[in-house]
């Protein structure tokens, strides 16, 4: 007898589907393709002998600490450290307003899970990150999307927003935001907006869900004080994590957040997996302290400004002058806008691919429909000979593509 | 304002509370206490020299794939050496059987997710692990418990339980298992027992969670074959875990299981926290390939089997003989169940600590009550001396209680 699954599985099994683009990244993330898709860290730059060294010092000092299991809440000295870190951030926090996830897409996992019953809307930046997006649609929540300028949200459209679910009876609880060096846009929510935004979320009684994977990857000017420096509620789920600042691949996070919140996510984390890996959390606590990962980031900031650079650049020189990018002052990734009169970017990129050039078109990002003529390039992973490379075919077949459509368009 | 965290909370976060044990661990795991409450494996056997060792090649070697993301299914290597096992062991699996996941805990809590919708019943032992009661309840789940004795579970009472639920119109879909070595009776399910439960499962179109972390500890003779080595339809999820044969601190486990269950069971992880840390992946997977962990579980075998043998000679030696106790062939527990004339273990748990010595009572393995006269005590991390000691005086004090009962009985 073979087994029906389908109607084994649970009713909320159905709302758990894959994101369009990891489909893509079979085709995106072959050796001999320049991709612009995934928004990985370069792992040139991962300190592998230092993490060596620690690893073994920690070992040999504290073998039983190192590699037990921890409390679900996490390393009492990482929390120490990352509440003083909130703190001189302008966020008042303790030890108690922090827990440590596997990365904050578990904090977002368990923060969705907690907040949002199935069928109710959660406000989105539109575009908004996929993970983010899967995360809030897995427990049946509705991303209603919010548009960006590059100013970041717009304020206004979210209030208009907010007084028509609420004309329909819908009063949605969360609003999930990337407010600095955006995935995908690479846009900064401005202090001015965030103010008010901050202040929607008092008279609607919203709670903001602000992650912030890329705020220390600030290459100009700083970034706005962050949503839960500005809120004097406890209405700020903050998410941090290690993966873009150190290493991926120890899957550590953390949550800083009002305690009641805190402490269900705690009893939500001990179901889920009992306790984050005290290898990564040791490590990432020992870098931390001794001011390692301070100079790291500043490492950092020098090499990915310089990609950035370079693909601005490139995109400036090869580009026909039609197609319209982003200038992020920081993170991962510029947001490409098409003229409409191209062809779609899906369409584009199976063209780029056979030039051997990969990038994200742009629909997977928006909840209903849109982003047909948008596409996400990220300049993390790829060398800076690479992202001349790239760019050039891509400018190459963009103008033959503008070509293409301007006689289609004559004989139309 | 202050914020109505409570009313902001989902429906189903009311299902998502901790448990009873956990709160007494504050109390249990003091230094002073001789504790025989927690079930973690003893960490002077973490081999800490090894792992330093194969981190610091693995970084020298491929720092990349050491450190960056994996893929959500985990690392490939890993996933093929775990599916040679599974077949060594008599399961025949391929690569795209296996998914890498945080520790069994985390295979639990997605499995749980995709099949178990609020209300319905969930086959569990009785009594049964809490962590794995703790997943199905946070999903709504009404565990039912089927009663074991030293055989494992009683597969008539099984089947009676199936009829009278099919009789109020209900079908479970799941039976979650601890086979080998049970926490926290330490009773394992006979061949004869499987293979019945195994036909009621095809009948009743069940699920089985098989959940294995302690088979390899196996004192004395063979485990026998495993719920998913009899299996020949893929109704069986099995849980493997490196926490207890290798060290807890990585949190790598697996699911082994049918393709359209693992597959389902990937999406969810995509948005539950992307994939497992790569770094504890490639340490488990190089001293799995490279044989170290088979010789180290040997080692292991011989250093729990001298702790469990002393601690059923200090039982027998030191408590009252109306005080039974099961005799486990592996694992890191037995149970241990007090005559009715004596106040509840709970009661003896707090007389117990007064005396520095800790164990865990019954009732929080109980879905419904029961186990008040029960406690589990675990040899895996007290040393010899400290389980001769703790053991005896917890003779004295049932002694003690015993004559106190009974002229408490000869008075009433």
Redesign the interface.
Same mark, same amino acid.
């Given at each position: 007898?073979?087994?029906g699954?389908q109607e084994?599985? #649970?009713?909320? #099994?159905r709302c758990?589907?894959?994101?369009q683009i990891?489909q893509y990244f079979s085709l995106t993330e072959k050796p001999e393709i320049i991709s612009f898709a995934g928004g990985?860290?370069e792992?040139?730059c991962?300190p592998?002998?230092e993490?060596?060294r620690v690893?073994?010092d920690l070992?040999?000092s504290d !073998?039983?600490g190192?590699? %037990?299991?921890?409390p679900t809440e996490g390393n009492w000295d990482l929390r120490t450290y990352l509440a003083g870190k909130m703190q001189r951030e302008g966020s008042p926090c303790g030890v108690e307003n922090i827990i440590i996830?596997?990365?904050s897409? %578990?904090g977002l996992?368990l923060i969705c899970?907690?907040?949002?019953?199935p069928g109710e809307p959660v406000l989105v930046e539109e575009p908004a990150y996929i993970?983010g997006m899967?995360?809030i649609t897995?427990?049946g929540g509705i991303p209603v999307g919010i548009p960006m300028d590059s100013q970041g949200i717009m304020p206004d459209i979210m209030e208009k927003t907010l007084l028509k679910l609420r004309k329909q009876g819908q009063s949605p609880?969360v609003f999930y935001t990337v407010a600095n060096f955006h995935n995908p846009t690479g846009y900064t929510t401005s202090l001015e907006r965030r103010k008010i935004v901050m202040e929607l979320a008092?008279r609607y009684?919203l709670?903001i869900i602000e992650d912030n994977p890329y705020g220390e990857l600030c290459y100009e000017g700083e970034v706005p004080p962050s949503y839960i420096s500005l809120d004097r509620?406890?209405?700020v789920a903050y998410l941090g994590s290690y993966?873009k600042t150190f290493?991926?691949?120890?899957?550590i996070g953390w949550i800083a957040g009002?305690v009641?919140?805190i402490e269900?996510i705690c009893?939500?984390k %001990?179901?889920?997996?009992? !306790?984050?890996?005290?290898?990564?959390q040791r490590l990432a606590c020992h870098l931390s302290r001794e001011g390692y990962l301070d100079r790291h980031v500043k490492r950092l900031i020098g090499y990915y400004r310089r990609k950035r650079d370079a693909m601005l650049a490139a995109m400036e020189q090869y580009f026909p002058p039609e197609i319209k990018f982003s200038r992020p002052g920081g993170g991962f990734f510029t947001w490409v806008t098409f003229p409409r009169s191209y062809p779609p970017a899906r369409e584009l990129l199976m063209l780029a691919l056979e030039r051997k050039v990969a990038f994200v078109h742009g629909e997977g990002f928006f909840s209903n429909g849109g982003g047909t003529h948008c596409a996400r390039f990220s300049f993390s992973q790829a060398s800076l000979e690479d992202i001349d490379t790239g760019i050039r075919r891509l400018g190459e077949l963009f103008y033959e593509v503008r070509d293409q459509a301007g006689r289609q368009a004559a004989h139309g």
């Open positions: 007898m073979s087994i699954w084994l599985f #649970a009713r909320r #099994a758990i589907t894959g994101s990891r990985f860290p792992s040139r991962f592998g002998e993490i060596s690893i073994t070992i040999t !073998c039983r190192t590699l %037990q299991y921890t996830v596997d990365g897409q %578990q996992d899970r907690l907040l949002i019953n993970g899967g995360a897995s427990y609880k008092r009684n709670i509620e406890g209405r993966s290493i991926p691949g120890i899957r009002a009641p919140l269900k009893l939500a %001990q179901t889920a997996d009992l !306790c984050s890996n005290s290898l990564g």
